[in-house]
């Protein structure tokens, strides 16, 4: 095993400057996933109303083009291996078809493992066979979950109590394994690492052909899981760019457990982190207020920029962050954040992020033209909300 470590960390840090396939999520995924609102009781028709909805609400055109069958689509494999759907999916080439039909991408869900997260067929021991069916119903975005695939890990370390390593470097390999499957069908898939973070994805997610690995833990539709997910990633910023992109985890707006303070904020920590969007609600049943929090164009803007720089803190205090992502045309994003239970004041210094004497400021959630300032920008933001402003010269 111990050879096989060695192995796995030469491949990995040979590879790493290739991101997966060429053109491929140059910017961060947008779309639909279906874990958040509809778990475990997902059908063909809900993810058919999704991709009518991402159309008819204009969220298509907005960017979300990804509508994504989460887990427990999966029924049994035959004698030859074939995994069928099952039956609240009769014919997954056609769900394809149909959201292909609609200008729109169809993403699909696995594991590395024996089972899937909900006790469902996972890929083990049939990673080519699997790739090459999704290819045939034109998958374009596979999630790949580890879930049981944490039974294999358990038993190489108990196997090897001498190595540290021996599991995670099952792990990477197994990850591989489903990347290099997807790569031999010659279909452009994202492929998507959902780890939770273990091992840090980030330094060698991209060596195995990842366009996106999970960060974090799940989240889950309270304010306090959210940030916590999302101030975590502070210092990963280096390690996300066009066609790799760090994921703390899909978007929760919508469904109710926020305030729409805190969904905004939620959407502006996502889009200055250059994460992918992956609306997580029943689209048939938004509010104008989720509406305008997952479709307004500035804010969308900034987690597309074409710069391809993740955003990092800025500073902290207390319950007060302020944080920056660098764009394009040499403009900068800034996140005043309120994290405490009362109205506070937030400031920046425009100086320290490069805009000496009159800079413009834009409001993004007020769309609103701030006017010429310089020195400190002092915002007055209610409990648990967020100013994104767009600074330019």
């Given amino acids: 095993m111990r050879t096989f470590v060695a192995l796995t960390i030469a491949f990995v840090t040979a590879v790493i400057p290739v991101y997966g396939q060429a053109g491929i999520a140059a910017t961060p995924p947008m779309g639909w996933n279906s874990w958040n609102h509809f778990a475990g009781h997902v059908t063909d028709a809900d993810v058919r109303a999704a991709a009518d909805e991402l159309v008819s609400t204009g969220m298509r055109d907005a960017g979300y083009v990804y509508v994504n069958v989460d887990d427990t689509w999966q029924g049994k494999r035959d004698a030859d291996g074939v995994l069928h759907p099952n039956d609240r999916f009769p014919d997954m080439k056609a769900l394809g078809d149909y959201i292909h039909s609609k200008g729109l991408k169809f993403g699909i869900y696995s594991s590395p493992g024996a089972k899937t997260c909900g006790g469902y067929e996972g890929s083990l021991g049939h990673e080519a066979q699997d790739a090459k069916m999704y290819a045939a119903w034109g998958v374009d975005f596979l999630k790949y979950d580890l879930c049981s695939f944490q039974d294999n890990m358990h038993k190489a370390e108990a196997e090897h109590p001498d190595d540290p390593n021996a599991a995670n470097a099952l792990m990477v390999a197994a990850y591989k394994k489903m990347g290099d499957a997807l ?8 492929y998507s690492l959902c780890q939770y973070g273990v091992d840090q994805p980030w330094k060698w997610g991209p060596g195995l052909g990842a366009n996106m690995w999970r960060t974090t833990d799940d989240i889950n539709d309270t304010y306090g899981r959210m940030i916590a997910i999302g101030f975590s990633q502070a210092g990963l910023a ?3 760019g066009p066609g790799h992109w760090n994921d703390p985890d899909m978007l ?19 889009v200055l982190l250059a994460a992918p969007l992956l609306a997580g609600n029943d689209l048939t049943k938004m509010s104008e207020a989720d509406k305008s929090i997952l479709m307004n164009k500035e804010a969308i803007a900034i987690d597309q920029d074409a710069l391809g720089k993740q955003g990092d803190r800025l500073y902290e205090s207390g319950d007060l962050d302020v944080w920056t992502k660098p764009l394009s045309g040499g403009r900068v994003a ?16 425009l100086e320290k992020i490069g805009f000496k004497g009159n800079a413009k400021v834009w409001n993004v959630w007020q769309g609103k033209d701030m006017g010429r300032r ?14 994104l402003l767009v600074v330019s010269k």
Avoid: C, Q
């Fill in 238 to 240: 280096k390690y996300a």
């Fill in 334 to 349: 800034v996140g005043l954040f309120n994290r405490s239970w009362s109205v506070r004041d937030v400031s920046v210094d």
């Fill in 252 to 270: 929760e707006v919508g469904n109710g457990g926020m305030t729409e303070d805190e969904y905004k904020t939620h959407m502006s920590l996502w």
């Fill in 374 to 387: 310089s020195g400190v920008y002092t915002s007055r933001i209610p409990k648990h909300g967020v100013t």
């Fill in 183 to 190: 790569k031999a069908t010659g279909r452009p898939i994202v």
